[in-house]
């Protein structure tokens, strides 16, 4: 049986949180003499001088039309790696409790983790990239807090078997998080509209990648009403800052010019890849539903020296477990693209 106050910290069940003066008095006044901000104004022209809405609600509304999810299923980070943290300080005891990863997956997951002094277990994916449930099930214990799955995964690019993912849902009762920054470009459909059957799960999606905003520190985490109050209650204060507020209301008016980037995106990812195949130091260039390719090449560190001689920095993973030989390189604009394809011929 899943139960949420078990799985919780008991210091956090129990936390009184800060209570700002944004979050004391929210209705009209003509003075605000009640937080100590500098009343002449800033040097710059908006109301910068003002502290930010502790808890986003105009972001949060524009969201909840796009993704579908009411705001009070939405919670937003500094990046999804504020998000991975925060979960880990509201669920995991530490030097107490432990996390599962499934590598080869996003590195944050283990260093976040590892600041909160949170043990790691890790569960190897399968040769193919999806999730070994047996070996999951013998990892999990009494203190196993969270499972962190990322689908479409970083570095390998494919999606998890959707069964696998509620196979654990279903037999799991600590966190499930799923980690879908990529999911703009999958062929898969995203787990926000499951939310209502898991009350284990918490989506994780981001602005970085897709929406092209990766400068303005944008991460969402979608779950219960409960597990968002509780995160709420652990992040600091005032996380997402007024000027990415305003860009990011901004750029939520926006949805069909994104979506065109997408379509541009996926299509030059089809001709990459057919491309990167014909190549003779190409070994395998692995099936994607990401922005980026998984290859496997002749000599991965000297191709990547090779392609920075030309000016094009990709990901060596050569080192990274089930990646032996790969690169992970970024679906560019099509000149970047034909660039990077004329360097590894040469
Ligand atoms: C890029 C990426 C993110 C995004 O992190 P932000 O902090 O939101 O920029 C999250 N998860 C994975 C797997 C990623 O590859």
């Known amino acids: 049986m899943f139960q949420l106050e078990e799985l919780v910290r008991p210091n956090i069940l129990t936390l009184v949180p800060y209570s700002s003066a944004r979050d004391e008095f929210k209705g009209e006044a003509d003075i605000f ?8 104004g800033s040097p710059l022209t908006k109301w910068y001088n003002r502290y930010p809405d502790p808890l986003q609600w105009k972001v949060k509304e524009k969201l909840s039309a796009i993704k579908g999810i009411a705001s009070r299923h939405i919670f937003l980070g500094n990046g999804s790696d504020e998000c991975i943290d925060v979960l880990l300080r509201v669920f995991c005891e530490p030097a107490i409790d432990n996390i599962v990863i499934v590598p080869p997956t996003y ?43 990322c689908s479409p995964n970083n570095p ?28 703009n470009f999958s062929r898969q459909r995203s787990f926000v509209p499951d939310l209502p059957d898991y009350p284990n799960l918490v989506v994780m999606q981001t602005l970085s990648k897709a929406w092209g905003l990766a400068a303005l520190r944008l991460g969402m985490a979608f779950a219960s009403q409960e597990i968002i109050s509780l995160m709420n209650k652990v992040k600091p204060p005032y996380n997402i800052n007024q000027a990415t507020q305003d860009l990011v209301l901004k750029a939520l008016d926006e949805v069909g010019q994104v979506n065109d980037m997408i379509r541009v995106l996926v299509d030059e990812r089809g001709r990459l890849e057919q491309e990167l195949k014909r190549l003779s130091i190409v070994r395998e260039v692995y099936p994607s539903d990401a922005n980026f390719l998984l290859v496997k090449v002749d000599n991965a560190t000297g191709t990547y020296r090779k392609l920075l001689d030309n000016g094009i920095v990709v990901r060596d993973r050569s080192n990274v477990i089930l990646c032996e030989g790969c690169l992970r390189i970024t679906v560019g604009t099509e000149t970047e693209n034909d660039a990077l394809l004329k360097a590894l011929i040469h």
């Open 33 to 40: 003499l009640d937080a100590n901000e500098n009343s002449l």
């Open 107 to 149: 590195g944050m997951y283990e260093v976040s983790a590892a600041i909160n002094n949170v043990k790691v277990r890790k569960v190897p994916l399968t040769p193919d990239f999806q999730l070994d449930l047996a070996g999951l099930e013998k990892a999990i214990d009494g203190h196993t807090k969270m499972i962190f799955l």
């Open 156 to 183: 390998t690019g494919n999606s998890l078997d959707r069964k696998d993912v509620e196979v654990l849902l279903n037999n799991y009762f600590g966190i499930v998080v799923m980690d879908e920054a990529y999911i």
